[in-house]
């Protein structure tokens, strides 16, 4: 299949239930087929759970959602072991973890314990559950969604996490042609069930395909060079990681996929640093202080940084 089939039949199924939002299906579709993971950034209602389940069900992975709280434990996400009295022996349930999408809902609710139970998970594709190490379906996809504005009841992610997502998109209001298509729909009770129109073996095949997608020296050179002016910045405290660099090959590949192409070029790059890189930087505080955002930096960095012809 190629990619431009998968993302026009994948948008097409999921506008079923989801009115626009294709920059964000493309993402999701990116960052499944780069196999890395995605945070959705918005404010409550607009639509961050629905796009992720409608995105799982036209896939036709196994979804799983954890609502994450407070006093939730890890082991409330990657399971525990019981006494099974009528065998006598030790067993292990399996928790939420387990599938092959995962939407971590609100978070930035979870305890700093809880959250770094998803860490593991997320880098090695496993996880340890008294001593035993078990791996997690494949393909697996963290979708975790965040709201921004809220500060009460709510827990900073970690750097170490933050870095472990490979693209973080910001959801926001719907357009008024969306928002009256969407009011519409709801009025006349047409939002249909998202069907399965693609099967985890497709899918598979879709990220083998994805990995065979080259890149020339010029345009490595080209992404280096955009990674190594975040860590020159003086506006910034921290710059990108060599993770970052990795995921943005990676995300620059899927992307030059799902256009119809074999290999890499810089306007792939261009299209997904912003959502690669911004929030893996931190802004000094006097510039934050006069309304510099981590996307400002990305985006004027990507203006300076000569394009390899």
């Not at 999701?28 to 992720?52: D, Q, R």
């Not at 965040?146 to 827990?155: A, D, Q, T």
């Not at 299209?271 to 309304?291: D, F, K, P, T």
């Amino acid at each position: 299949m190629k990619g431009t089939d998968f993302l026009e039949k994948l948008k097409d199924e999921m506008h079923n239930a989801v009115v626009g939002k294709d920059d964000v299906i493309e993402m999701l579709a990116i960052a499944l087929l780069a196999e890395g993971h995605v945070i959705l950034e918005g404010i409550p209602g607009v639509a961050k759970t629905t796009i992720a389940k409608s995105f799982a069900q036209a896939i036709g992975l196994k979804f799983s959602r954890i609502q994450l709280t407070p006093d939730l434990l890890p082991a409330d996400i990657i399971g525990t072991v019981y006494y099974n009295q009528k065998t006598g022996e030790f067993k292990i349930k399996k928790g939420p973890i387990f599938g092959n999408v995962v939407l971590a809902d609100e978070i930035n609710r979870a305890q700093p314990k809880t959250q770094s139970a998803l860490l593991e998970a997320m880098q090695e594709g496993q996880v340890t559950i008294e001593g035993r190490t078990l791996k997690l379906p494949r393909p697996f996809l963290v979708i975790a969604t965040k709201n921004p504005l809220e500060f009460e009841g709510v827990y900073t992610l970690p750097e170490a996490q933050l870095d472990r997502f490979m693209i973080r998109v910001k959801v926001g209001y719907p357009d008024r042609g969306e928002e009256l298509e969407m009011l519409l729909r709801k009025d006349r009770g047409k939002f249909v069930e998202v069907r399965q129109v693609f099967t985890a073996k497709q899918v598979q095949a879709l990220i083998f395909e994805v990995r065979k997608v080259g890149t020339s020296e010029p345009v490595l050179e080209y992404l280096y060079e955009i990674i190594s002016r975040t860590r020159s910045d003086d506006r910034l405290l921290i710059g990108a990681s060599p993770r970052a660099g990795e995921h943005l090959l990676y995300a620059s590949k899927a992307r030059a996929f799902l256009q119809g192409r074999t290999y890499v070029i810089p306007d792939d790059i261009k299209a997904v640093a912003v959502n690669v890189l911004a929030h893996r930087l931190i802004v000094r505080a006097e510039y934050e202080l006069e309304g510099l955002k981590p996307e400002t930096v990305v985006r004027e960095i990507l203006d300076s940084v000569e394009v390899p012809v």
